[in-house]
């Protein structure tokens, strides 16, 4: 097999990363994927970063068997945490959701004040501020984790009462902050949008990191001369190859992934990382 | 050391279990304990019962080299669907939260009717069903997963509107079958105590499984002779000895630990079940 030819892999502690795979989908259609969510030990927002990067070495480990071409941690908590880790441990071209977010932030606040969601441990790392910083120092990021959200999300409370008082009562000390762009620091954020733009307001632009990354990979495989050639500028006429392997089974894994992803998960293939 | 001065060993897949170990140390105030949180693999609630019997085992077998007189599972996850493979694999005695509130509900209820809360997988395991329909065959129970109420009380957001319209949401279905008695099958739910109450109105019993598994560990060891004779009927003149151990340490694990234990909890030793 050619260099080119080798697929992207992706991982995820669970479903949320296929908001990502999603996007790579859409921007990079003739590319095959192979998708991991680590469903056995999710969440990743609540642990250690000593433990989210041991299981972030193992899923890469899982992967690089396929001699995949690029790794996507389409994963913030692992991103935030163990990006670094892995670029010690594996010489392989890395994506990580946060850099993309980051960028695309610095980019679009007018105010210099960018406001960023997610899990505990994604806010607490300061990886987000720590990346926007870097590139325009003068920027003031303000963090809030949104601990309910993912579990929201995953009942399926998208349009709901309930869900919008909770967005009410996360989000409103940032509004007050007077911020002009808000970080969705989660892979599984992008599903409460609509929600999360009600409760800013249309002066508050929106990140969702998944584009973001997408367009990051596609520029890194367009550097590398990676992109698989005999599809590239064209629709594949076979279908891309993709696959996905979870380490467990979760409760309505093919109902939730195919909301995600936003087509049919066909077959998840049950692997067993320890 | 002799057989009855042996600890008592608990494990659960995080806080929860510590409800548990509370009504324990009540109850049997000169028992040693140890205590496992398999921190790094929580929840259980939404994971196959596959994975979590093999977590229980895990849980287990780390116990079993403190050389522990019982065990006891304050997880009702792993107890509904790992206690029989835990039974078949160790030779020791087990206690397990299912059994001992499914006796309490059956003991309760006047009109035969009862409801269960709990995780997906408990809910899904219909664990308390067979346990209940064991004992009295007419009982007709419904089950209701409540997969935000384990978010929530580890949010804190205890005495909360948000938390009421949840609850409301949830339990409203059961309050209309005209349940008698409400099994509260997840050791987190005993902090939602006073609301799930307020919801169910004065007429509905709540069934703590906690109390009731202390009950049992007491009656299981006063049977095999195994109480900790020199403190037995007795305030311990030398307090107990209590170890905690986790899997992984979880963000404010230590704050929302000694809530749920009510007390302080001083020392937590981390360990790698891998």
């Not at 970063?49 to 996507?72: A, D, G, H, M, P």
Request: aromatic share 6%.
């Amino acid at each position: 097999m050619t260099n080119a030819k080798r697929p992207i892999g992706i991982f995820d502690s669970g479903i949320g990363g296929l908001t990502v795979l999603k996007e790579i989908i859409r921007i990079l259609p003739g590319e095959d994927t192979l998708y991991l969510g680590d469903t056995a030990h999710l969440p990743y927002g609540t642990k250690s970063e000593e433990t989210v990067t041991k299981y972030s070495i193992q899923n890469t480990r899982f992967l690089l068997q396929f001699n995949i071409k690029l790794l996507v941690v389409a994963c913030n908590t692992a991103s935030a945490v163990s990006l670094s880790a892995l670029r010690k441990e594996f010489s392989l071209p890395l994506v990580g959701v946060i850099e993309a977010g980051a960028r695309a932030a610095v980019k679009v606040t007018k105010n210099g004040k960018v406001g960023i969601i997610g899990t505990e441990t994604t806010v607490r790392s300061s990886a987000y501020t720590r990346e926007i910083k870097a590139i325009r120092a003068d920027i003031d990021t303000i963090g809030q984790a949104c601990p309910l959200f993912v579990p929201l999300v995953e009942e399926g409370w998208i349009q709901d009462d309930i869900t919008l008082s909770i967005v009410e009562r996360y989000l409103t000390p940032l509004k007050k902050e007077g911020i002009d762009t808000l970080v969705l620091g989660c892979t599984h954020y992008p599903l409460l949008k609509k929600t999360i733009q009600q409760v800013m307001g249309s002066g508050v632009t929106l990140i969702d990191s998944a584009e973001e990354t997408a367009l990051e990979v596609k520029a890194m495989l367009t550097q590398l001369g990676l992109i698989a050639p005999e599809r590239e500028g064209n629709l594949p006429a076979v279908a891309a190859a993709r696959r996905f392997f979870v380490t467990d089974v979760p409760l309505r894994f093919e109902e939730q992934g195919s909301r995600f992803l936003g087509e049919k998960i066909s077959t998840v293939e049950r692997i067993d990382l320890g």
